[in-house]
């Protein structure tokens, strides 16, 4: 073993010394002086004495210049309830319900919330099986139409390949399931299908739970509404697990998609397609035309009609005033999903020559799979696109569904890590495309092309949900095409995949465990901790939705280097160890992927070490994963100081910079009684407000939890909810401990904590920022936030919701502090950082001001040397012109030939004594601490006692400052003041 390095030994330097011993002498002094004020002394004889002694004292403390410190930011560790798990673990003994149901209450969570009338609907059709060792449970050719549940025992999933030749996908334990999304789906749909090439075997004598796939119509006839719920969820959960762990983690593209497919047939006779042609032109009209009545034909069969065509082409995105902190919104399931699907970016595009457009409306025939095809009236348009055209690219937000009439459309997707697109599928005549992303609100995952003149029908996201409203079964068509798009390969994977929920303050997995399985984040939240030899526990990293948690461990069979809990309550999918040895061998490819994926995290690892907050206030660990332990976060509550902070114009400006990147919802403690019911915060409620409250967050970017002003159930559950708390105060007063506040210390808070300070648009900068943060326990940062003056106005909540309806038309100011919050919240922070070089150092504002006129927010400044200067000013000012102004006025003192050559000395350690050069940089900062900008800042100076990196986010600006643009052989370092 290497000999363990001896810390650096610092000495007392001789003007510390003389510092020190003229404080010793002072104090005496005082001492001395208020021991000459005897009680029994005369009034009038003692007090011109004790007046001179002071005038003495204060002459002495001016010419030995001794100040009073500014108070030091206390760094705090993180209390255990952040970084430990429970040591209890999950026990079916201990539960007061029988084993079977609380396995399949466990199971059935995957499609979602069910109420209690629905679950025991469902457990009435629960079967019994008993399977003796090699018994199969079930094997291909069978029906695939029952979810199994293993009670005791062992299970095998078995692949059979192509040769004949079983392989092991995963191994079934108790608790454990054995179901395919997609097989639920067919069975719903009405085109259940046997089992092709997977088995259930077991491994030793067991019992298994089967529910048949039918229990859940009878339920659906019941209760329609969940009919859309289950199919949207489990279009959300395909979508995220299947095509972000295979496709962006595995890199596999049309591997996904089947391209073979049973598309309707349109038209009576064949050929009938082939006589039509294109429209050539957008803005021509459907009339007598050759062209104009085969278009007319073409929407006669497709049971629409061709009405007079309207004015050129202007696809237009509402986004809807949602101002859900006032109004009581949308009350059931179905009015969630419906408002999703309407969320989306605001566009506008002109129509050109590539698109020309008609409104259909259905003719009244029984032949329509409509019940009344009215529903189509003025929402079915017709597109004919040119050669070339882009129909809809990858990423987008508004999304449609796009029905092929004549030609075909192209569906390509961006490969891993290249600038290339694939070619995953072609849609043909009678085929449906883009309604994976309209049925789960989700961006889209490719992008579609008419490579040659093609006829299609479009309906919009809204206009989709607003049929699906009034007849929520055309959800059963679309999702069928959905899953018949899938390839056989994704039905084998989605056998393999596991589900599971994980409590809060439950360990996933402990340190020095086995790794035979990768985690992916549903929602909730899971923290990483390490242990070091010394037992000290450290915080590496968290894990949000999309998350890849254990990957490294599982692909090179190491055991667990970390202890992964729950934050809160979360929902995974388990990818097992056989399931990516199955996938590698049958696809190269991905151990090409794995490699680049493990490469990173290394890479990743390494550049942790030497990063800018290794070790910082974050509490971070050096080896850690993820970079920024406040990213891709999913929900934040929102907590006052005091009952002066404007909570409801808060949360309502904050969803409003929020919804600039993705559906927001806010919810309040009325706002659930509204939705659910007077009872639904009641203990008996328990489970129907956590499975609706998930649910929320599968359909939301993030949801913004506004707790009480007192502590009641609704302020608990926010905090048991919250990925982060944001505990807000008003910077304009005197710092101060919330009563809300201190009665949360007792509770074992898990979620990181943030200071937010508001201040008036007009007001003073912010101050005293470190007296805010030492006396609250750990927070993981602090934020300035400067308002807008609707925010502090007086208003009642009739006048609050007119005015904010009238904001929430006009998108967000990306300049404002509080797009700046919401780009923190959800992982989207812009850095400038900011390097050295001296003089040349002064195009830095040049490099601002370019940015400024760009529209590129700057979030957070670094730097070094005269970057660290430059970058200091701007996080102080906020302003390019500020800045420049400020930064010539200290390049005109530091041209002053006079106080450079009063500043030489002899040179033992530098030219110049370095006194005039602190003085300017004092004159620039006076005496603001860090934590007193209004962006967070840091700087980078050398350790030449240990021959190291340092990074300053808290203390004496001026000093740090100095000490970053200290360049040796001219000025001398500083001491650091923290030691």
């Not at 990423?395 to 796009?402: M, P």
């Amino acid at each position: 073993e290497a000999p363990a390095q001896e810390p650096p030994r610092y000495r007392f330097r001789k003007r510390d010394k003389v510092l020190f011993y003229s404080r010793k002498i002072m104090r005496k002094v005082s001492q001395s002086t208020s021991s000459l004020v005897d009680a029994t002394t005369a009034g009038g004889a003692a007090r011109p004495r004790s007046r001179k002694k002071l005038k003495v004292l204060s002459i002495a403390k001016n010419f030995l210049r001794i100040q009073k410190e500014p108070p030091t930011l206390q760094l705090k560790e993180p209390p255990p309830s952040v970084l430990e798990a429970d040591l209890t673990e999950f026990d079916v003994a201990s539960s007061h319900l029988p084993s079977e149901v609380l396995y399949m209450l466990k199971n059935v969570r995957v499609l979602g919330h069910f109420e209690k009338p629905l679950f025991l609907e469902l457990c009435k059709h629960m079967v019994f099986q008993q399977c003796q060792q090699g018994e199969d449970v079930f094997r291909p050719g069978q029906p695939d139409t029952s979810i199994y549940v293993l009670q005791e025992g062992k299970l095998e999933l078995l692949l059979t390949e192509t040769d004949g030749k079983e392989t092991v996908m995963k191994e079934v334990f108790p608790g454990d399931s054995v179901h395919s999304l997609l097989s639920i789906l067919d069975v719903i749909t009405g085109h259940q299908r046997p089992y092709r090439t997977v088995c259930a075997r077991a491994a030793e004598d067991s019992t298994v739970l089967r529910l048949p796939v039918e229990a859940f119509s009878a339920v659906f006839e019941k209760y329609p509404e969940s009919l859309v719920r289950v199919v949207q969820i489990i279009m959300v959960r395909l979508q995220r697990v299947t095509f972000l762990a295979l496709h962006n983690y595995l890199g596999l593209t049309n591997e996904l998609f089947s391209h073979d497919m049973q598309p309707l047939k349109l038209f009576p006779q064949p050929g009938h397609a082939a006589r039509t042609s294109p429209v050539r032109h957008g803005k021509r009209g459907l009339g007598s035309t050759d062209e104009g009545r085969d278009t007319a034909e073409l929407m006669k069969a497709a049971g629409l009609e061709a009405p007079a065509p309207p004015p050129p082409l202007s696809r237009c995105i509402s986004m809807p005033v949602d101002i859900s902190g006032i109004q009581k919104g949308p009350r059931s399931d179905f009015d969630m999903a419906y408002e999703r699907g309407r969320i989306s970016v605001s566009l506008q595009e002109d129509s050109t020559g590539a698109f020309g457009q008609v409104r259909g409306a259905p003719p009244q025939r029984s032949r329509s799979p409509f019940q009344d095809p009215s529903l189509l009236n003025n929402r079915v348009l017709l597109h004919h696109a040119k050669a070339g055209t882009v129909i809809a690219r990858q990423g987008d937000q508004d999304v449609s569904l796009h029905f092929v009439l004549w030609g075909c459309l192209h569906v390509y997707q961006r490969m891993i890590d290249k600038e290339e697109d694939v070619c995953l599928f072609l849609t043909q005549p009678g085929e449906l495309v883009g309604q994976l992303a309209v049925l789960t609100g989700e961006p889209l995952i490719f992008t579609i092309k008419a490579n040659r003149d093609c006829t299609f029908l479009k309906i919009s996201k809204s206009d989709f949900y607003e049929i699906m409203r009034e007849q929520p079964s055309v959800v059963l068509s679309v999702a069928h095409t959905v899953a018949a798009r899938m390839s056989p390969f994704v039905r084998q994977m989605d056998f393999a995949i596991d589900w599971m929920a994980v409590e809060a303050g439950r360990a996933l997995y402990r340190q020095g465990d086995k790794s035979d399985c990768t985690y992916i984040v549903l929602n909730g939240r899971l923290r990483s901790v390490i242990q070091k030899g010394s037992g000290k526990k450290e915080l590496v990293g968290e894990y949000g939705r999309g998350d890849l948690v254990g990957v490294v461990e599982a692909l090179t069979r190491q055991p667990r280097a970390t202890t992964v809990h729950a934050v809160r309550d979360t929902e995974l999918a388990k990818l097992p160890e056989g399931t990516l040895n199955n996938i590698k061998r049958r696809y190269p490819q991905v151990v090409t992927r794995l490699i680049h994926l493990l490469s990173q995290k290394i890479l990743g690892n390494l550049q942790q070490l030497r990063g800018p907050f290794a070790g910082s206030g974050l509490g971070m660990a050096s080896s850690s994963e993820p970079i920024n332990p406040t990213s891709n976060l999913s929900t934040v509550a929102v907590l006052p100081v005091c009952d002066e902070v404007p909570m409801a114009a808060f949360t309502l400006e904050l969803q409003h910079a929020l919804n600039a990147i993705g559906p927001t919802l806010l919810l309040t403690s009325d706002i659930i009684r509204a939705r659910l019911g007077s009872s639904a915060l009641e203990s008996i409620q328990e489970y129907r407000l956590s499975g609706w409250l998930a649910q929320q967050e599968d359909l939301h970017r993030i949801v913004l939890y506004q707790t009480d002003c007192t502590l009641t159930p609704w302020t608990l559950r926010c905090i048991r909810q919250a990925d982060c708390v944001l505990i807000v105060g008003l910077g304009d007063q005197e710092p101060a401990l919330g009563e809300l506040e201190q009665m949360l210390e007792n509770a074992a808070v898990r979620a990181l904590k943030q200071l937010v300070l508001l201040h008036r648009e007009d007001g003073a900068g912010p101050a005293r920022t470190v007296e805010w943060l030492n006396m609250r326990s750990w927070c993981s940062g602090h934020l300035h936030i400067r308002c807008p003056r609707r925010v502090f106005s007086r208003r009642s909540p009739a006048k609050l919701r007119e005015m904010y309806e009238k904001v929430f038309e006009k998108s967000a100011d990306r300049h404002s502090d509080f797009s700046r919050l919401a780009r923190v919240l959800t992982g989207n922070t812009i850095a400038l950082v900011l390097g050295g070089g001296g003089a040349r150092g002064c195009s830095h504002i040049g490099v601002i001001k370019a940015m400024e006129e760009s529209g590129i927010p700057i979030d957070l400044v670094g730097g070094t040397s005269i970057g660290a200067f430059i970058g200091a000013l701007y996080a102080e000012e906020r302003s390019a012109v500020r800045t420049k102004q400020r930064a010539r006025e200290w390049a005109r003192c530091m041209n002053s030939v006079f106080e450079t050559v009063l500043d030489l000395t002899y040179p033992i350690t530098s030219m110049f004594s370095g006194s005039a050069f602190n003085a300017s940089i004092n004159r620039v900062f006076q005496d603001k601490q860090i934590e007193d900008l209004w962006l967070p800042y840091f700087n980078v100076t050398t350790d030449i006692t240990a021959s190291a990196m340092r990074v300053h986010t808290d203390g004496s600006l001026w000093r740090y400052v100095r000490a970053s643009a200290s360049y040796t052989p001219y000025l001398p370092p500083l001491c650091d003041p923290k030691d």
